[in-house]
């Protein structure tokens, strides 16, 4: 940056800091986050300290003031522990209140609210008054029993006090959750090892030596009470876990959203203060009976949000715009930045998602933008300080052929993403790669994309078969090759990889068909093909035959996979494979292998109170039945929950048994 051009830019820096400064203290209102104009001042500060002639009184800167473990026992959740769905902002708060209002007129809803604890769930199950079982949340219903861990934490009584409570006695079982944290203050004598207080309790309750727990001050925060004992509201139960020894925050009880807004705001003001970190608030339907009755969908209770605080953001410019390729041909750009620290992390990279958001955004290649790690997570453009602009930006045209193998891109009329349709573009072949040996494909350990892109770089794999005819030599001489050579990575580091690749070439059914990359064949959906086909032989031969042999997938689905054997290449991948000596095995507890529903189809409309459809099917699958997702003439049973879509009028014209939640849970026991 020249002088002129600094000169210009803390002009525009001030101007920006000005505006946003007076909105915020004069007119009570915010364009940007407290976190963004906070990165505009730091970029005005360094600029200043860098040319001092430009530094002047009225410079803003100038103011004063102003997954289960092994070793650890498998815990079956009598009530699954769920998440809670993520809101961000006032509307998404409203048009909430609104669904409520839908699912349950005329009744009157009322909230508890309490703070969001960043910490690591568990549940607490007492048997006669005394700790029987400590758990994590695990998959939702399956967790691990971590029990002589949480016995190391002070604040988890061993035994209840159910004489506080003036009851005559308590249930034999009860059960309470929790959230296991570690305060602030405790933190920072940990903090060069782990990243934040939650990874450093979840890694402590984690350990199989419970002398690790035992050394590290945790601490636990009761937040609900599973077992009934008369709490007719969601408050209550706070009280009479209060009363039977847990630790809880008091939260408030609000009787409209306005309440939850004060109440959000108040622990903005003390999030600072408090000891233990939080990202937002929980807001629950207080009336217990209303919020059984409210149910859940996918894996979150209707009656419930986490209305988190505003995202950790900050201002940079854009450098420029690429293209990345995916492993399915889709095209992403990606805006280049000027590395900046968000969240404690810094990035030089963030997702513009598609050309579509190009647009609605007006993003231009130069432009001041706050970029935001979206969930905490994933690099985002949020938005565009388009008063800092000072003519130089240059728009961006989005390409129409790939930048990888300059195939002409085609955008499908029902998608907002631009696609690569080459087979044999380099870009999407090491895509596909890393899929291929990801942790829920091949799982290859020690095999990631730097160690893929040497291979391909230097001729030795093309193709997922090329891996498994590597020998310890090829790789080796990726160690001592000239100028492309793996730093910190030796002749052991070369023998355990292609000893973890040699361990690799048995593989469960549902992995190899979700290593292979076809469209909209997730985790789940590979899992419901192995269940339902149980070899690789009978799934190629219904793949191979008409579209109607899939149709009870989904239209998506089945076309993508009948889609994906049209190509003679694709067939070949697998072929070559099994040359190589790949065994792929049954998934576990495939249909016809065990289970008294062997054979029997389900579908499921509506949502189950007690369990996710995504559990329910996994269920259904452990007893050998099929999940479907459409009704047809060969369906066994429609599942019914609250609210059933229009499955359940077709089910009846079709003459399919409907059964209910209770009905269901007797067939799966």
Not at 577 to 591: C, D, T
Not at 596 to 618: D, M
Not at 639 to 645: E, L, R, T, W
Request: hydrophobic share 35%; with cysteine.
């Amino acid at each position: 940056m020249t002088r002129i051009e600094a000169k210009k830019r803390i002009a525009k820096l001030k101007e920006a800091i000005n505006h946003h400064r007076y909105l915020y203290h004069v007119l009570d209102r915010q364009e940007i986050s407290d976190a963004a104009l906070d990165s505009l001042k730091h970029e005005l500060s360094q600029l200043e300290r860098q040319y001092p002639e430009f530094l002047t009184k009225d410079s803003p800167t100038q103011r004063v003031g102003g997954e289960p473990l092994e070793g650890f026992k498998k815990v079956q959740h009598g009530v699954p522990m769920l998440s809670i769905e993520d809101i961000f902002s006032k509307q998404e708060l409203a048009d909430w209140e609104n669904y409520l209002k839908r699912l349950a007129p005329g009744a009157s809803l009322e909230y508890f609210c309490e703070p969001k604890i960043d910490g690591f769930a568990i549940t607490l199950v007492y048997q006669d008054s005394i700790l029987k079982t400590g758990a994590t949340r695990g998959s939702g219903t399956v967790g691990e029993d971590v029990t002589q861990n949480l016995k190391t934490i002070e604040s988890i009584p061993l035994r209840l006090r159910p004489d506080l409570l003036g009851r005559s006695g308590l249930p034999n079982i009860l059960e309470v959750r929790g959230e296991v944290y570690m305060e602030k203050k405790d933190f920072e004598k940990f903090s060069s090892e782990y990243a934040n207080p939650r990874n450093l309790a979840a890694g402590s309750i984690r350990q199989l030596d419970s002398r690790v727990a035992n050394q590290r001050p945790l601490k636990f925060l009761a937040y609900s009470l599973i077992t009934d004992l008369g709490q007719k509201k969601h408050s209550e139960e706070h009280q009479i876990l209060k009363e039977l020894g847990f630790k809880t925050y008091p939260g408030k009880e609000c009787q409209n959203l306005s309440d939850i807004l004060d109440f959000w705001r108040e622990m903005v003001r003390k999030r600072d203060s408090l000891p233990f970190q939080v990202d937002g608030i929980v807001a629950v339907v207080n009336n217990n009976v209303l919020f059984q009755k409210l149910g859940v969908v996918g894996k979150s209770p209707r009656g419930v949000r986490a209305l988190k605080f505003s995202p950790k953001q900050a201002s940079t410019q854009i450098k420029d715009i690429k293209l990345q390729v995916g492993r399915t041909g889709a095209i992403t750009p990606v805006a280049v930045l000027e590395p900046v620290t968000v969240g404690g992390v810094t990035i030089s990279r963030a997702t513009l998602h598609n050309e579509d958001e190009i647009k609605r955004l007006g993003v231009k290649i130069g432009d001041t933008v706050i970029v935001e790690r979206a969930g905490d997570v994933i690099p985002a453009v949020a938005g565009v300080m388009k008063d800092l602009r000072t003519g130089k930006e240059r728009g961006f045209t989005f390409p129409k052929i790939c930048p990888v193998c300059g195939s002409d891109l085609k955008k499908p009329a029902d998608e907002v993403v631009w696609r690569c349709f080459n087979p044999n573009c380099q870009a999407q072949k090491r895509e596909f790669l890393y899929h291929f040996v990801s942790k829920k494909g091949f799982d290859i350990k020690g095999l990631g994309p730097k160690i893929i892109d040497k291979l391909c770089d230097a001729g030795l794999i093309s193709t997922p078969a090329d891996l498994f005819s590597l020998e310890i030599g090829d790789i080796i001489s990726l160690v001592r090759g000239k100028g492309g050579a793996l730093r910190g990575f030796g002749q052991k580091s070369a023998a355990n990889l292609t000893s973890a690749i040699k361990n690799s070439k048995k593989v469960l059914l549902n992995r190899f068909l979700y290593a292979l990359s076809i469209r909209h064949v997730g985790e789940e959906t590979a899992m419901v093909l192995a269940q339902r086909f149980n070899t690789i032989k009978k799934f190629k031969e219904a793949a191979g035959q008409k579209l109607e042999s899939l149709s009870d997938m989904g239209v998506e689905v089945s076309k993508s996979i009948y889609g994906w054997f049209s190509h003679k290449k694709n067939v070949k991948i697998i072929d070559d494979l099994l040359k190589e000596g790949i065994r792929i095995l049954p998934p576990e507890n495939a249909p016809g292998n065990q289970g008294k529903l062997s054979g029997k189809t389900f579908v499921i409309t509506g949502s189950l109170n007690s369990i996710t459809r995504v559990e329910a099917h996994k269920k259904i699958r452990l007893s050998g039945g099929h999940p479907l997702t459409s009704v047809s003439k060969k369906t066994d049973f429609l599942v019914v929950g609250a609210n059933p879509s229009s499955k359940l009028e077709k089910a009846r014209k079709l003459g399919v048994k409907t059964i209910g939640e209770k009905e269901f849970f007797n067939l799966i026991k």
